[in-house]
DNA sequence: TTGACATAGTTTGCACTGCCAACCAAACTC
DNA sequence: GAGTTTGGTTGGCAGTGCAAACTATGTCAA
């Protein structure tokens, strides 16, 4: 098999690195992780509540309680479908997008002392190699996905 | 300043990508995250509640329920230290060590498909690069925990 | 030695996350 | 139009995590 492991390894280490650094900044804002992710996908969607449950991988229970506390706050809301009178679409208000972008900015600025010891080849080379694992992840997490559908 | 953020976007990307695998193997055992940590942390390492919090980045308080349930399992264990009598270390029991190996095989297997497209050379040079970003964040985090530890 | 303060953990109370099962309402199907 | 599927919400439950209050032990100084 895969010989040594050490990539493997390498990359959850480092993504619990990335994670703590998210907790750290999603709370400075009073935004779990998962809040976070929500924003950051309506930044440029405007989904029905299964879609979103989806995307996230949970279930559409819990999207409502994310979704409602979100709105209280003020940085998303609901919409009614006019196709679907049972759909409901969510989409991000002018003040969620601003909070979503500076917790961006803030995040960038957060990783940078981490990625700035590279030089900048490796950084380029470091994109590019992430952007492969990632795109297999986002190819195989479709395949799944699909599944969760009716059938196997 | 570093011109344009790919390279930090990619690496929040692909940490979304590698907790998603890690919750889900995770759950199938019935294990959240945090817990996966502690086992983790507890393979080579017996440390007390108080320095098992701050490795976590956890409240004290936050540890005690953690461990309970832990303990409850059969998973860890909780000990009286013989020099400090206020002190209560933590160590994993075997049951829990077999546990924490096992899940260790399925999360490199689970992420070996995505690694796999990679040519060998790009993997080893991968997991430098991220050993290196993982290093400097640990350097900085170790700043900043140690503040809160006894010492430098 | 005693009194003041610091440290290690626990307890309690609260809000949030996430699941499941049950439910309602609107669509689709035959 | 009865039966089924689909979209979303509700209620109940366990786990996570914080903060404040508390107990017990340790430390330091007068």
């Known amino acids: 098999m895969g010989s040594d492991d050490a990539l493997e ?21 009073d935004l779990s992780l998962t809040q976070l992710r929500v924003l950051g996908l309506l930044r440029d969607r405007r989904p029905r509540m299964t879609e979103l449950a989806a995307f996230l991988g949970l279930d559409k229970s819990t999207m409502t309680g994310l979704v409602e506390r979100a709105e209280r706050r003020g940085l998303v809301a609901r919409g009614k479908s006019p ?15 601003e909070l979503a972008e500076r ?5 960038r600025a957060a990783l940078a002392p981490f990625t700035d010891r590279l030089r900048a080849d490796d950084r380029q080379l470091l994109t590019r190699l992430l952007d492969s694992v990632s795109a ?17």
């Open 9 to 29: 390894d390498a990359l959850v280490r480092t993504s619990f690195r990335v994670m703590a650094v998210l907790t750290r900044i999603g709370s400075d804002h």
């Open 136 to 152: 297999a992840a986002t190819a195989n997490q479709a395949t799944r996905g699909t599944l969760s559908g009716p059938t196997g």
């Open 103 to 107: 917790v961006q900015e803030e995040v």
């Open 83 to 97: 196709e679907d009178r049972r759909a409901v679409d969510v989409f991000i208000t002018p003040a969620g997008r």
